[in-house]
């Protein structure tokens, strides 16, 4: 559930076919500099309603550290 609902934000947001959105995906794969970083981390908060703290920053490198991060709190 979860893992669906951020492939369909980040989706939306990198303008991209969600069947393209795995676990495995890295930022990188999908071409996300630190300011789309930035605006994921606001829809995400937003969509989950919570708040990312500076630090769990550094630990997003892809999809399953998002899910595992928003499945944590």
């Known amino acids: ?12 947001q990198f303008d991209l076919e969600p069947d393209v959105i795995t676990m495995d995906s890295t930022l990188d ?5 630190s300011l789309d ?3 994921l981390v606001q829809n995400l908060e937003a969509e989950f309603d919570i708040e990312f703290r500076e630090e769990d920053f ?12 928003l499945d944590e709190v």
């Open 58 to 69: 550094d630990s997003i490198q892809s999809v399953a550290d998002i899910v595992k991060h």
């Open 1 to 12: 559930m979860t893992f669906e609902r951020v492939r369909d934000l980040i989706a939306e």
């Open 37 to 39: 970083l930035y605006d």
């Open 29 to 33: 794969d999908l071409s996300a500099d």
